[in-house]
């Protein structure tokens, strides 16, 4: 079983695996180079002994794990990638998840979040900066642990250049810890709530990136549930790469919809979320909740908002979308918002919908001015809760209906 390295290779086909010593908390990286041929765990254990001059005996009792905390195999070996860091137990011992979280170094506090806390930390080897989220799982129903861990298990399989990375994941005395790319740039948040004017290529380009990142998630047939600009961050201090974050609500049960309601965050929530107790989770959701991104990032306000929740409440559900009057508006991002903002989930335009390119594609003078209207009526409608088979009506989702005492008031309203 001796190793003999192909010394045929040309630099280039080798490889610098990362290794960190089980147990060690400093100085305890080990780099291999490694060439094609080592395709097999055994033959990656043959090379370390090679190459780091280990007794023979090492062979035995020697364990490699990746970020996961598994012991890799053959096809992990494989497809090793350049610079990778793996984790190595020279003697046998178990992963431990504090081996792990002592590479990296603490440096700052970032936010306290819905589920606990997000710290920047640095690789103490590498000096590469990190996010870690760190969430106290002390209280939480086994089926919402459940929904936790999945957070980590879905970043894991959307690997895209708009959705933020994780490193690894584990849990340690109560805690769980997601490792992920560190975002430098702050939230989304911040851009829109400075004074800076977004020209409308600037408003192109970062919703352009959201969107391929929603695509692709909607693509591998997960909904985000959750977009909003403080989940949406920039990777670099010049804000021109983005990524989207905190896929902690991803795919979860209806009922946890429900707290998000009460927290508040409700301002992004489609009409069909906040006014049915069992709907169909359907990937337009986000679609809702990205047609409120755009709108913020154009007007720098709500479409709907009002003086209380109640309010907000009301116009989502029931009030046509209007645009801020006395500003130039591109025709095609009007449409492009109508058809985000429909209020029935069937009718409303998926992510594929050719209004999205038409916008991003348009360089014409084509634009509106909304001008005030005193006469227009509004219409006013409860939910119905309990028929769900209401006649389709091209004004109205479905789900709602007039009632004669609301059209009795609305009526009136004109002539006050
Ligand atoms: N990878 C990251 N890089 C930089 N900041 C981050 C990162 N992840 C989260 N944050 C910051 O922490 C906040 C909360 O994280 P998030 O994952 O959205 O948790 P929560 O479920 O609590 O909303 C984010 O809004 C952002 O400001
Ligand atoms: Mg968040």
Redesign the pocket.
Same mark, same amino acid.
């Given at each position: 079983m001796e190793f003999i390295p192909d010394t045929k290779n040309t630099p280039e086909e080798y490889k610098k695996i990362l290794f960190w010593q089980n147990g060690k908390t400093e100085k305890s990286i080990i780099e291999i180079l490694i060439t094609k041929e080592i395709n097999t765990y055994k033959k990656l254990k043959e090379a370390i002994i090679y190459e780091k001059n280990l007794p023979k005996s090492t062979y035995e009792k020697m364990k490699i794990y990746n970020n996961l905390q598994i012991e890799i195999d053959d096809t992990d070996v494989d497809n090793l990638k350049p610079k990778e860091m793996l984790y190595i137990s020279l003697d046998g011992s178990k992963f431990t998840e504090l081996n792990y979280i002592n590479q990296y170094e603490i440096l700052e506090f +970032?936010? %306290? #979040?819905? *589920? #606990?806390e @997000?710290l =920047?930390a640095k690789n103490k080897i590498t000096n590469k900066k @990190? %996010?870690i989220?760190k969430i106290d799982l002390n209280g939480f129903s086994t089926e919402e642990l459940y929904s936790i861990s999945r957070e980590a298990l879905y970043l894991s399989s959307l690997q895209h250049k708009n959705i +933020?990375k994780i490193y690894g994941s584990f849990a340690y005395k109560n805690y769980l810890y997601n490792v992920?790319? *560190?975002?430098?740039g702050?939230?989304l948040?911040q851009l829109i709530r400075s004074n800076e004017e977004l020209s409308e290529n600037r408003i192109k380009d970062i919703f352009k990136q959201i969107y391929e990142g929603v695509q692709f998630i909607h693509e591998n047939e997960v909904i985000h549930r &959750?977009l909003k600009p $403080? $989940?949406i =961050?920039f990777l670099d201090k010049e804000k021109t790469q983005v @990524?989207i +974050? &905190?896929f902690? +609500?991803s795919g979860i049960s209806n009922c946890y919809i429900k707290e998000v309601i009460k927290a508040g965050t409700f301002k992004f929530l489609s009409p069909e979320i906040l006014f049915r107790e069992n709907f169909d989770s359907s990937p337009k959701i986000d679609i809702w909740a990205l047609g409120v991104i755009l709108y913020l990032m154009n007007f720098k306000q709500y479409p709907f908002d009002g003086e209380n929740d109640k309010e907000i409440y009301e116009k989502i559900g029931n009030e046509d979308l209007e645009f801020p009057y006395g500003i130039k508006i591109k025709k095609s991002l009007i449409n492009l918002l109508k058809g985000m903002f429909e209020k029935n989930p069937k009718r409303r335009i998926d992510i594929n919908d050719k209004l999205f390119d038409i916008w991003f594609n348009d360089n014409s003078d084509n634009y509106k001015v909304f001008v005030k209207d005193k006469k227009k009526r509004k219409f006013r409608a409860i939910p119905d809760r309990n028929n769900n088979n209401v006649e389709e009506n091209e004004e109205i989702p479905h789900y709602y209906r007039l009632t004669k005492s609301t059209r009795a008031k609305n009526n009136n309203k004109g002539k006050i």
């Open positions: +970032i936010k %306290s #979040g819905g *589920y #606990g @997000v =920047l @990190v %996010s989220k +933020i992920m790319e *560190y975002a430098e702050g939230e948040t &959750d $403080n $989940n =961050l @990524v +974050i &905190d902690g +609500i």
